[in-house]
Structure formats: structure tokens, C-alpha cells
């Protein structure tokens, strides 16, 4: 069912249009290179494999898995042969190109610099980290999204009528469509094996051949309907009522439902500020080391990770002082208390600054006892407003006594 042409692709509509990059590849002959960087499923490999078809280039797939520097380089020699004997381009496509050492990434530099082939490199985690900087900037990058509920259900739809598909030898009822969009979370690739598995016990393929094909119950959730935020606000809400067991069922229906499992540990992270802050300042730890666990194993291990943030963020001491701190802060932004940066907290770095009298009069607070020095901070027209205001709840407690001496010596009580 892989796409042959831009316009049967489905989703990614922000790099298809006209214009584009992958457009502009497509319909000229020059060389290019792009990162393709999105979730497992989004398209990456059908995009570079659409590229190489309808532009006749020449396709070479090298796997990051697999592949040493000694592949990468004959596969760059072969495309410099077809180039030099034919006039024929190459797309060397490499999967999972974030797997490359430092060493297996620079062979790949002189093809691209000398653009002897159109490099594509697919990659699901994010290139600034885990691709080289000289690469990544002579490389367009482009981000993939995860497919909405709609495509993925008008790629079920697809492969059943379409003769490469099922060519209609199977019937799918609607409810199933659902479950199959439900179990897919935004992966085209998830949901066509789905399918397929389903497709080999019944030529009726019901909700009930569905969980008997992937194994999966049947959980009454909407994605993008009422069950999805009902869901997601007893979760959240059950966390802050400090209820551990009801915030693990929340957890494992939205899991069980095929919820994207990096939202369920964005909503944790939020919370771990929002709803804890310096309660249990290790619970935000907790919240982000479970969130780029979930991003590096994916499900099902994943829901260990999720379960232990949550059962964290459950059990520690409230405090909501973060969050209404900012809140106060910028709603006094909004209404314009804004008001000059004291002369003596101004860069005085640069040439010139001196002149303007930046930086003169300030006292280094390291120069004192206690590390505390009596000067004015805010804008004068900010200067009394009070933002934080702590709890008296856990780890907090000392937190709110030692700001109440600070707040109060700063200010000349």
C-alpha cells in the first residue's frame, strides 16, 4: 500500500503543498538533502521511496542498524559511477540515520557537500542531538507529525478497497474502523498490520475479530471526543486528589485505548509543576526522566515508566504556588506593569555601556554574608507586588521560611 505518487500520500499536508521542499525535489533536477524526522509510521521511508519513483533517480536504502562506514562509502562510489557513466542521480535513503556513530556520519559528507547523491535520512529522534552539526547544516530538515485520527482512518479505508490491499475480499465494519484508529495512535504502518492480521481470520472483520487478531480489548474511548478529556481530567484531577489507584486506571485506559503515550507524559510533566512545584521538587525529576523513557522504548515498557511518574506525582504533597506565581507575573505583564531594568542590572559587557552608566553600583552578592546583598531587583513599578507564595506543605515548608526572611531583608523590613 506504499504511496507511488506526492498525491497519494496521506497526511503531512504542511510538506506536500506547492512550494515545498519535497515538491521542489521532486519536480526539479537538482541534488538535495533532507532529514525526515517524525514518530515510527508517519511516512519517512514512503516519502524518500516517493521521491526516488517519480523523479526515475536511482534508489539506494542503507540501514543505520546494519550498515558500517564501508557501506556508506560504496554506496557513495557506486552513485558517483552511475552519475559520472549515465548522468543518473542516486537517493541514498538512510533509515534510522541517528543510530550512525560520529564516524559513520562524516563518510556521508562529501556526498552531500559535493551533492553526488540526493541524501534523505529518516531518523524518529531529534537530529540536533543525534546527527552531526556539519550534516545537519547542509541538510534541509523537515518534521513529520503524527497522523490525525482521519488519515489513519482513510488509510484503513484505502487498503480496503484498493486492489494492492484487500480489493474489497473483506468487509470492515464502522466500529472496527474506530477501534483500529484507536489502536493505531497516529502510525499508518501500525494500523495496515492490524488489518492485515484481522484480515486473515474473517472476511467480515468486526470489533470482535479485531481484538481476537491484535489481541487487545476494546476500550470505550474517542481520541478526539468527550471520552478523551473525560479521561484525561479524572487523570489529572485524581493525581492532584492524591489518589494513586484511580490515577493508574485513568493511566492504563488511556493506554489500553491506544493514547499517544508521549501526551499521557507531557499532561504528567505539567502536573509535576502545576500541581506539586517545590512540594517535592524531585516529583518534576520523576515526571521528565518518565517522559524521554517513554520516548526512547516506546510501549509497552513505556507504561512502567508512566505508571511509576505517576504514582510519584499521586502521592507527593501538593502546592499550586508555581503556577499561580507565573500566572500573576505575567498577568501583570499583560496589563502593562513593565516599567525600566534598573540601571545597575544592565549589561555592561559591551563597548559603550560604560558611558550609559550600565552595571554601576552593583554589589556582587557573593561579596557578602549569607550571599545576600540589600538592592532594588524589579522595576520600579513591580517593585512591592508579591508572585510566589509558598505552602506549608512538604518540602516547601523551609522553602516558604527561608523566602519570607529573604523577601523580607530585600525589601528593608
Avoid at 533517480?57 to 550498515?67: D, I, L, N, T
Avoid at 524518529?124 to 482512518?153: C, G, K
Avoid at 509535576?272 to 518518565?290: F, I, K, N, Y
Avoid at 507575573?329 to 545597575?344: E, F, N, S, T, W
Wanted: net charge neutral; with cysteine.
Amino acid at each position: 500500500m506504499r504511496p507511488r505518487t506526492l498525491d497519494e500520500v496521506i497526511g503531512q499536508r504542511h510538506l506536500l503543498g506547492p512550494g515545498t521542499p519535497l515538491r521542489r525535489l521532486v519536480e526539479s533536477e537538482a541534488p538535495m538533502s533532507l532529514f525526515l524526522w517524525g514518530p515510527p509510521g508517519t511516512g519517512k521511508t514512503t516519502l524518500a521511496y516517493v521521491v526516488s519513483n517519480v523523479t526515475k533517480r536511482r534508489f539506494v536504502e542503507v540501514s543505520a542498524v546494519s550498515a558500517g562506514v564501508k557501506d556508506v562509502r560504496a554506496a557513495i562510489d557506486n552513485a558517483r559511477r552511475e552519475l559520472g557513466m549515465s548522468g543518473r542521480q542516486t537517493v541514498l535513503f538512510v533509515d534510522e540515520v541517528h543510530r550512525f556513530n560520529k564516524a559513520q556520519q562524516d563518510a556521508l559528507l562529501p556526498a552531500v557537500e559535493n551533492r553526488w547523491v540526493t541524501f534523505i535520512g529518516a531518523t524518529t529522534e531529534n537530529p540536533f542531538f543525534s546527527v552531526i552539526s556539519p550534516l545537519l547544516s547542509r541538510s534541509l530538515l523537515l518534521t513529520l507529525e503524527s497522523l490525525s485520527d482521519d488519515d489513519v482512518r482513510a488509510v484503513l479505508e484505502r487498503a480496503v478497497s484498493d486492489p494492492r490491499g484487500l480489493g474489497e475480499r473483506a468487509t470492515l465494519a464502522p466500529e472496527a474502523v474506530e477501534h483500529l484508529v484507536r489502536l493505531a495512535g497516529g502510525d499508518a504502518r501500525r494500523s495496515l498490520t492490524y488489518l492485515e492480521a484481522a484480515a486473515l481470520l474473517a472476511d467480515d472483520i468486526t470489533v470482535e475479530v479485531v481484538e481476537k487478531a491484535v489481541d487487545k480489548a476494546a476500550v470505550r474511548y474517542d481520541r478526539q471526543g468527550d471520552q478523551h478529556y473525560d479521561v484525561i481530567s479524572a487523570f489529572i484531577k485524581s493525581m492532584r486528589g492524591s489518589d494513586a489507584d484511580a490515577a493508574l486506571h485513568y493511566l492504563a485506559r488511556m493506554i489500553e485505548a491506544g493514547e499517544d503515550p508521549r501526551f499521557i507524559a507531557r499532561r504528567i510533566v505539567i502536573f509535576a509543576s502545576e500541581d506539586v512545584g517545590l512540594a517535592d521538587p524531585t516529583c518534576l525529576q520523576t515526571a521528565v526522566a518518565a517522559a524521554q523513557a517513554v520516548q526512547l522504548i516506546g510501549l509497552p515498557e513505556g507504561q512502567i515508566n508512566l505508571a511509576h511518574a505517576v504514582i510519584h506525582c499521586a502521592m507527593a504533597p501538593k502546592s499550586n504556588a508555581v503556577v499561580k506565581a507565573i500566572g500573576a507575573a505575567v498577568g501583570d505583564v499583560r496589563k502593562g506593569l513593565i516599567g525600566q531594568v534598573p540601571g545597575h542590572l544592565r549589561d555592561a559587557h559591551y563597548p559603550g555601556a560604560a558611558k550609559l552608566g550600565h552595571g554601576e553600583e552593583y554589589k556582587y552578592p557573593h561579596d557578602f554574608d549569607h550571599g545576600l546583598v540589600r538592592q532594588d531587583y524589579a522595576p520600579e513599578q513591580v517593585r512591592e507586588r508579591r508572585y510566589y507564595e509558598p505552602t506549608r506543605h512538604g518540602a516547601e515548608a523551609p522553602v516558604a521560611e527561608r523566602w519570607a526572611k529573604i523577601r523580607d531583608f530585600l525589601r528593608g523590613s
